[in-house]
Nanobody, 124 residues
């Protein structure tokens, strides 16, 4: 059973930075073999791919709306993923979800494991 726990969500002002964290665990202790990533969902909208990082080479992928502003990274143990968000905009306001699976997908349907979500609100 894979568990993902996000933290770091809060309200910030436009232009500020915020860092989200997600700690993953697996009862079989094989969590280092998972790719991890982030999606977000704003009220009334579909879930949107934000970023992901591969489990081996650490290759990163980003959604078009966050490229150049957000950075996804792993810790050395590969059980914690961070999302550094810079130059935040009001349109970044959403619930941010941590995801994990054996592969990387830009579609939400591709990811089996999801965290509970962390609210990020960016005020103008």
């Amino acid at each position: 059973q894979v568990q993902l726990v996000e933290s770091g969500g809060r309200t910030v002002r436009a232009g500020e930075s915020l860092k989200l964290s997600c700690v993953g665990s697996d009862s079989r202790r094989t969590f280092t073999r998972y790719a991890m990533g982030w999606f977000r969902q704003a009220p009334g909208k579909d879930r949107e791919f934000v970023a992901a990082i591969g489990e081996t080479a650490g290759t990163t992928y980003y959604g078009d709306s966050v490229k150049g502003r957000f950075t996804v990274s792993f810790n050395d143990a590969k059980n914690t993923v961070w999302l550094q968000m810079n130059r935040l905009k009001p349109e970044d306001t959403a619930v941010y979800y941590c995801v994990a699976d054996r592969g990387i997908y830009t579609s939400a349907q591709g990811w089996r494991y999801w965290g509970q979500g962390a609210q990020v609100t960016v005020s103008a």
